[in-house]
């Protein structure tokens, strides 16, 4: 069975960082969509960063504070979040799909709190 296991959630003072990391038990090289997706309490599932086929994809209220990655040789997807603020707490989930599958992680939590 093929597992998304994401990290690095955790509690972070406004306006700082955080670094999650999702490593997959599939080879993700030749995956066609990657992401980070994020669900606060009381709200709907959203999109937060992509990459589909070669090009990358933000969330409007993340652009230019987020930043997705991929490492192949490690099967790992990354997400970069600077500048955080309150509104960016949620459960980050990571995603990869396929033309027959589709893999959610576990999810990890941010709370951006001071």
């Not at 597992?3 to 990391?21: I, K």
């Not at 999702?22 to 959203?46: D, V």
């Amino acid at each position: 069975q093929v597992q998304l296991v994401e990290s690095g959630g955790g509690l972070v003072q406004p306006g700082g960082s955080l670094r999650l990391s999702c490593e997959s038990t599939r080879a993700i090289f030749n995956i066609y969509a990657l992401g980070w997706y994020r669900q606060a309490p009381g709200k709907e599932r959203e999109l937060v960063a992509g990459i589909t086929g070669g090009r990358r994809n933000y969330a409007d209220s993340v652009k230019d504070r987020f930043t997705i990655s991929r490492d192949n040789a490690k099967n790992m997807i990354y997400l970069q979040m600077n500048n955080l603020t309150h509104e960016d707490t949620a459960v980050y989930y990571c995603n990869t799909r396929g033309r027959t599958f589709e893999d959610w992680g576990q999810g990890t939590q941010v709370t951006v709190s001071a």
